[in-house]
């Protein structure tokens, strides 16, 4: 017997009590941390929608081996495990944990760039990424499909890169000035969008007709071999083991934050398919940075949760009510007509909040304000994924517009029930249908840089 509403395969046997606080409490809490949701403490949100990093429930298997973690500070015969399972899933055969993603980021991607002014291409990189990028000295170019911000135009495949852009940026800058393709999968910044083994398998060639190193950051490849298989007809009946494996024999290198497809609260991996040179670089970097190269960063008893972790995410069960609960949410919020990124992605559910407050200019953060009728509504915590996130442009120092003002429902893994979602679902309708009375937000604070953690504003009356 099938079911219309999605089934998760996993029961519960530990839980974590929520509570709300009541409309006049959440009105203080939300003036104190200055209309800003990162800023409100976590006790004081119902539910919370921030982030899919870190946050997902462990499994009864991960929580038993963590008591099997080898704290040695060299040779953990707890790394030798993660490195086991690591090497099965990708095929690399060099592999170093780091404390997260932006660790690994931090190892490798200053060792691909040779010298000043070269370029890192990506379908689109995600903000820390492009921050190492930027740190490192080189420049990011997002090359992804036009039809990605195309909202309501079925696309499957959302996050591709566009190929025939590739290659023309490709001979714009001259192949010896890149330094590297990093493909995204899912594509973060475009809703957890996937993108397809064929596209994958375009950037390949086109990376080996011009001897470019191939850098998958992927935080979410379970989750984007589950749309491979849903979504490609070629690989309808494969495995998620397999589809993942042929994901990795497109790229070098491998980078995750393993707080999410990882199923862990924290940590990230390095992995290198087979280039010895970039391998023993990396080694080299890791220990002032992340630690010696067989901890990276982890107790012993985080790799071990993250060994287990990884595969549990490839199982098909869990990946199917994973996908289905963020559509499920997505259908929920398409019936009343509210606009958001389709199809869903595999994380999160983005609502375009620059098409629900046109009243609300792009530089008074439609989408923050938003996040905070949201919060006063039901004590959700959303974020702001905009103009607000974008921040100035570092020439003019105006504030730079963002192709979409979104905000996003991140979803946790294995954490909330549908009848959560069906709260966030209702709550947001009762938002939607207020929207034409929802005022811009003004600076009373700025930081100069990542500003949407720490700013503080005021209401624009
Ligand atoms: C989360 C994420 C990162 C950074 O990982 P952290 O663990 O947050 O440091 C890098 N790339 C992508 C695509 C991500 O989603």
Same mark, same amino acid.
């Given at each position: 017997?099938?079911?219309?509403?999605?089934?998760?395969?996993?029961?519960?046997?530990?839980?974590?009590?929520?509570?709300?606080?009541?409309?006049?409490?959440?009105?203080?809490?939300l003036i104190e941390a200055g209309y800003n949701p990162?800023k409100?403490?976590?006790?004081?949100?119902?539910?919370?929608?921030?982030?899919?990093?870190?946050?997902?429930?462990?499994?009864?298997?991960?929580?038993?081996?963590?008591?099997?973690?080898?704290?040695?500070?060299?040779?953990?015969?707890?790394?030798?495990?993660?490195?086991?399972?690591?090497?099965?899933?990708?095929?690399?055969?060099?592999?170093?944990?780091?404390?997260?993603?932006?660790?690994?980021?931090?190892?490798?991607?200053?060792?691909?760039?040779?010298?000043?002014?070269?370029?890192?291409?990506?379908?689109?990189?995600?903000?820390?990424?492009?921050?190492?990028?930027?740190?490192?000295?080189?420049?990011?170019?997002?090359?992804?499909?036009?039809?990605?911000?195309?909202?309501?135009?079925?696309?499957?495949?959302?996050?591709?890169?566009?190929?025939?852009?590739?290659?023309?940026?490709?001979?714009?800058?001259?192949?010896?000035?890149?330094?590297?393709?990093?493909?995204?999968?899912?594509?973060?910044?475009?809703?957890?969008?996937?993108?397809?083994?064929?596209?994958?398998?375009? $950037?390949?060639?086109? %990376?080996?007709?011009?001897? @470019? =190193?191939?850098?998958?950051?992927? /935080?979410?490849?379970?989750?984007? +071999?589950?749309?491979?298989?849903?979504?490609?007809?070629?690989?309808?009946?494969?495995?998620?083991?397999?589809?993942?494996?042929?994901?990795?024999?497109?790229?070098?290198?491998?980078?995750?934050?393993?707080?999410?497809?990882?199923?862990?609260?924290?940590?990230?991996?390095?992995?290198?398919?087979?280039?010895?040179?970039?391998?023993?670089?990396?080694?080299?970097?890791?220990?002032?940075?992340?630690?010696?190269?067989?901890?990276?960063?982890?107790?012993?008893?985080?790799?071990?949760?993250?060994?287990?972790?990884?595969?549990?995410?490839?199982?098909?069960?869990?990946?199917?009510?994973?996908?289905?609960?963020?559509?499920?949410?997505?259908?929920?919020?398409?019936?009343?007509?509210?606009?958001?990124?389709?199809?869903?992605?595999?994380?999160?559910?983005? $609502?375009?909040?620059? %098409?629900?407050?046109?009243? @609300? =200019?792009?530089?008074?953060f439609? /989408?923050q304000a938003?996040c905070n +009728?949201?919060y006063l509504?039901?004590?959700?915590?959303?974020?702001?994924?905009?103009?607000?996130?974008?921040?100035?442009?570092?020439?003019?120092?105006?504030?730079?517009?963002?192709?979409?003002?979104?905000?996003?429902?991140?979803?946790?893994?294995?954490?909330?029930?549908?009848?959560?979602?069906?709260?966030?679902?209702?709550?947001?309708?009762?938002?939607?249908?207020?929207?034409?009375?929802?005022?811009?937000l003004a600076f009373e604070?700025?930081?100069?840089?990542?500003?949407?953690?720490?700013a503080r504003f005021r209401v624009?009356?």
């Amino acid at each position: 017997m099938q079911s219309k509403r999605p089934i998760p395969p996993y029961r519960i046997k530990m839980v974590e009590p929520i509570r709300i606080i009541d409309r006049k409490e959440r009105e203080k809490k939300l003036i104190e941390a200055g209309y800003n949701p990162f800023k409100l403490h976590s006790e004081d949100v119902f539910i919370d929608l921030l982030t899919d990093s870190g946050t997902g429930a462990m499994s009864h298997f991960q929580w038993a081996a963590l008591m099997k973690g080898d704290e040695a500070y060299a040779g953990s015969s707890s790394f030798f495990r993660l490195e086991k399972v690591v090497q099965a899933i990708t095929g690399y055969l060099y592999v170093m944990p780091a404390h997260q993603g932006r660790g690994a980021e931090q190892v490798v991607i200053p060792a691909l760039v040779k010298h000043p002014g070269m370029v890192f291409f990506s379908n689109i990189h995600f903000d820390t990424t492009r921050a190492h990028v930027e740190l490192s000295g080189a420049r990011a170019i997002d090359v992804v499909i036009p039809e990605c911000f195309e909202l309501d135009h079925y696309h499957p495949f959302k996050g591709n890169f566009d190929l025939v852009e590739l290659e023309k940026q490709i001979n714009a800058v001259k192949a010896e000035n890149v330094a590297g393709i990093i493909m995204t999968i899912t594509n973060n910044s475009a809703g957890g969008e996937p993108v397809s083994l064929e596209n994958m398998k375009g $950037v390949r060639k086109l %990376a080996q007709a011009y001897h @470019i =190193p191939v850098i998958i950051d992927g /935080a979410r490849y379970a989750e984007n +071999a589950y749309f491979i298989k849903q979504r490609e007809e070629a690989y309808r009946d494969c495995s998620i083991r397999e589809i993942a494996k042929w994901q990795f024999d497109q790229g070098d290198i491998f980078l995750m934050s393993a707080k999410k497809d990882g199923l862990v609260n924290m940590g990230g991996l390095i992995a290198i398919k087979n280039d010895r040179h970039l391998f023993e670089l990396c080694q080299t970097r890791i220990v002032p940075m992340e630690g010696f190269p067989t901890y990276g960063g982890l107790a012993g008893r985080d790799m071990e949760a993250m060994a287990v972790g990884l595969e549990e995410a490839l199982d098909l069960d869990y990946l199917t009510y994973r996908i289905a609960e963020c559509e499920y949410l997505g259908n929920r919020l398409l019936e009343a007509k509210i606009p958001i990124q389709t199809p869903v992605g595999g994380h999160a559910v983005f $609502v375009d909040c620059g %098409a629900m407050c046109p009243q @609300i =200019p792009y530089d008074q953060f439609p /989408a923050q304000a938003v996040c905070n +009728a949201l919060y006063l509504e039901g004590g959700i915590r959303a974020v702001e994924i905009g103009s607000l996130l974008l921040g100035r442009d570092p020439d003019t120092s105006q504030n730079r517009q963002a192709d979409r003002e979104f905000m996003r429902l991140t979803i946790p893994r294995r954490t909330y029930t549908l009848e959560h979602l069906d709260y966030v679902a209702d709550c947001l309708i009762s938002v939607y249908q207020k929207r034409h009375e929802l005022k811009g937000l003004a600076f009373e604070y700025e930081s100069p840089i990542l500003r949407h953690f720490t700013a503080r504003f005021r209401v624009v009356t």
